[in-house]
Structure formats: C-alpha cells, structure tokens
C-alpha cells in the first residue's frame, strides 16, 4: 500500500502533483512519501508488540539521514554495515545502543569507530573477526557486544546475488561449527556475547524459509544455554519482499504472526532488519523523455535517468513499473526504456508494452525506494540525482543534486603534470 496514485490523468504523491516537483527541482529525482514510510515502518513494527524486540532499518536500503530520522523518532534502531553508514545513523539521532553492526569485512577503523560509539552489538562472520574485535576491544579497555552471523543452510528462493543464507555464500559461520565458535568467543576475554543473528537473503516471496531459520537458530540457541552462554538477543536480519510486478509476498502482518507463534515462548529479544519492505515501494525514480527512436527491429524511449542512479534492471534483471507521469496517450506500444550511458545493460525496462511516450513526457519508475539512489554511482561523470520528500500537500529537498564540481571533489593533478 502506497500512496503513489493518479488524480484525474495526473499522478500524485499523497497531495503533491508530480509535474509540480520536477517543474521545481529538473529531473531526474527520487521520491519518498513520507506517509508511506511511516505507514511501512508501523505496520512491520506493530506485527510484534506481544514479544519483546526491536527493529532495526537496514540503513543500505536507502540511507538518506532524513529517512532515518523518520524511523528513529518511530522508535527505530538502525542495521549498519560500515563505518559511513554508522555515521549516517549517528547523525540521525539514533540511540547507539540500538545499532547493529553487520557485514564480512569490518576494518580496524569501523571497529574502532563502533565501539567509541557504544553500539548494541557487532554481528560477527568469522573467526578471526571475532579476533579482530577482541584485540581492539582490549586496546580500548572494554568489552565489545558480539552476536555471531549463523548461516543456516536454508534457500531464501530468491536470486542468487540475494542469496545468503546458503553454504556457497560467504556470510556467516557455518551452523555445524557454531557452538565451536561460541565456545572460542567466550574464551576470549574481551568479547561478550549477547545474541545470535541470521539473515538468509533479500526480497523472500515467501515464510518458509523464515520460519525453519527461526527454528534452527532456537535450538542453537537451547544448546548454547545447556554449555552456559545466554543469549539476549536473536538478530532474523531483513529480507521480506514486496510486489515489484505480480509477486505476492507476506503481509508484514503474516510474517510478524509467524515468527511470533515460534518465539512466544522465548526469553529474549528478536531484533529484525527490514529494508526493502519499509522503503521500497515508498519510492519512485521521476525521469523526463529527452528522445524516442525507432530502429527496423525496436521502440526505445530515451529518458535523463540512467543505470547510475538505478542499477537494479540492469545488474539483477529486476522489474521496475513505469507509468506516465500525466496520462493522456492512449496509443501503447511495446518499447524499452533506456538511459543515456555507453551500454547496452543500461535499461530501465525491455520489450514493455507502455504509452507511446514524447520528448518532454515525465515518466514514474516505480518500487525504487529501496537500492536506489543508495546503490547510485557517478559512471559516465554523471552527477547524482536528487531526492524529494512529499509529506501531504508540501515536498522538501532532502538531498541536493550533485554538481560539476562535486564530481572531481578530492582530484588532484599532480605538479609534475604541470
Ligand atoms: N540485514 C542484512 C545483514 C542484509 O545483508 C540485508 C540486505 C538486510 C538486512 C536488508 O534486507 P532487505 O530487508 O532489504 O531485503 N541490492 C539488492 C538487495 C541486496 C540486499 C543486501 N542485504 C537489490 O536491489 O535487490
């Protein structure tokens, strides 16, 4: 449920016309409605309110400080997987002691950084990060929070690059040698552990996989009490998925009473990281027709959005809906809708049956609030987009469009270049 819908043949966000923004800040831009932010992060968070637990955005998703600010003042915490995006959450106004640190590859920096900062605790990947942690831990005189990352062995049915719950994947510790690597952790004097976490892969269609990792990360977690180690927190991590074209997920709903019917009786907090759930259909890509062409064998439709600002048709395949910003066209063709940069994966749709767009025509590519702007890059030198918050009937800049210069921002040509 989103709040993207047409008035007559114009597309609005909630009060907002669309036309209206792009006439103020260009195009191309992402939009967020904040009502249907809000409404997201309510309807996942109250699914819970019988057991104790805490959700905590996966910042990834989309890290825009004003979106985290929206969730941390709804009592949010914050799933992080580095040192830049720990900093976005600090500058949010989080609660440290409600951010989790995530990811294989923290660095001695990160580390550092999040244990100055009091966080709630580090989801741990491997041995020698525990480590890593343990020996930073001691140089600053503490003891540092962990839960370690189990990889249940259990397929998300979802797409490989999403995938991470898996023994091909590189997340995680095995689950056959977790009590192994719990026994060392607790041997490690400057470790405390607190929690077990998993996350077995992004955009899941369905809750069995959930429900058998919950089930396998309970029994762990049964064995561990047996040798002695409590455990006050079970991270499930993110990974419920939404309607991109025809897909029916779970109801944040259906997924809150089934993991609630397996953890009614547990004595520790659940913690989830949801991300793409929360924000993903609470955000549009807005882009302008600069051509269209016809070629003997294709219609392309030519818009100022490229690959750079959204990867996800061309890196995963995925499906993005796109509609007409003002109706009005009724003439459909079959097209693609391509960006501007120097590749043939730079689409945004293929062989779509859509209006017969013009030069000048705005156009709405839908779902991509989530791995949007947070997956953008500046290939081909092009400057970031912008974003836009619509709240009723007014809309803020939430970021700045890049300029020219903010590209070559830290470039330096050497002296002996002249
Ligand atoms: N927690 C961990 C440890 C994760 O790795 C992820 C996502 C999440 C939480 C949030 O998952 P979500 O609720 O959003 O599914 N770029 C891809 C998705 C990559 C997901 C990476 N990890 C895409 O555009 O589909």
Do not use: W
Request: hydrophobic share 40%.
């Amino acid at each position: 449920m989103h709040y993207f819908h047409y008035k007559e043949e114009d597309l609005y966000c909630e009060e907002v016309p669309i036309a209206t923004i792009a006439d103020r800040v260009g195009t191309p831009f992402y939009l967020y409605s904040h009502r249907t932010l809000v409404r997201h992060f309510k309807a996942f968070d109250s699914g819970f309110e019988e057991i104790r637990h805490l959700v905590c955005y996966s910042v990834k998703a989309n890290s825009n400080v004003a979106l985290l600010r929206i969730f941390v003042n709804l009592g949010a915490g914050l799933d992080v997987v580095s040192g830049g995006e720990l900093f976005r959450a600090l500058k949010s106004g989080v609660d440290p002691k409600k951010v989790v640190f995530s990811g294989v590859g923290k660095t001695e920096q990160e580390i550092e950084y999040a244990l100055n900062s009091g966080i709630l605790m580090f989801n741990v990947e491997s041995s020698q990060e525990l480590v890593r942690i343990d020996e930073m831990a001691k140089r600053l005189d503490m003891r540092a929070p962990v839960a370690i990352r189990i990889n249940p062995d259990i397929d998300p049915k979802t797409h490989p690059y999403v995938a991470t719950g898996l023994m091909e994947n590189k997340f995680g510790i095995d689950f056959k040698l977790a009590m192994k690597e719990y026994t060392f952790a607790k041997g490690l004097p400057h470790i405390e552990i607190i929690g077990v976490d998993c996350h077995i892969g992004s955009q899941l269609i369905e809750l069995q996989p959930f429900v058998e990792a919950l089930r396998r990360v309970k029994e762990l977690i049964h064995d561990l009490g047996q040798r002695g180690i409590e455990i006050q927190y079970l991270d499930l991590g993110g990974g419920l998925g939404i309607t991109y074209k025809d897909e029916i997920p779970p109801h944040p709903t259906e997924y809150a009473k089934a993991i609630v019917e397996e953890a009614s009786d547990l004595d520790y907090t659940l913690i989830f990281e949801p991300g793409r759930v929360i924000v993903g259909n609470a955000g549009i890509l807005v882009t302008r027709v600069l051509y269209t062409k016809e070629t003997g064998e294709k219609n392309f439709v030519i818009i100022d959005a490229a690959m750079n600002d959204l990867i996800r048709p061309s890196y995963y395949g995925s499906f993005q809906g796109i509609l007409p910003v003002t109706k009005g066209e009724e003439e459909k063709i079959i097209a693609d809708v391509v960006g501007p940069i120097c590749e043939s994966g730079d689409f945004m749709a293929r062989n779509r049956r859509m209006p017969k767009f013009k030069p000048g025509d705005l156009v709405a590519v839908m779902s991509a609030g989530a791995y949007g702007f947070s997956m953008s890059s500046n290939y081909n030198s092009r400057p970031r987009i912008c974003e836009v918050l619509a709240r009723g009937d007014r809309f803020h800049l939430i970021r700045e469009r890049e300029s020219y210069d903010d590209l070559v921002r830290g470039e330096k040509i050497p002296d002996f270049l002249g």
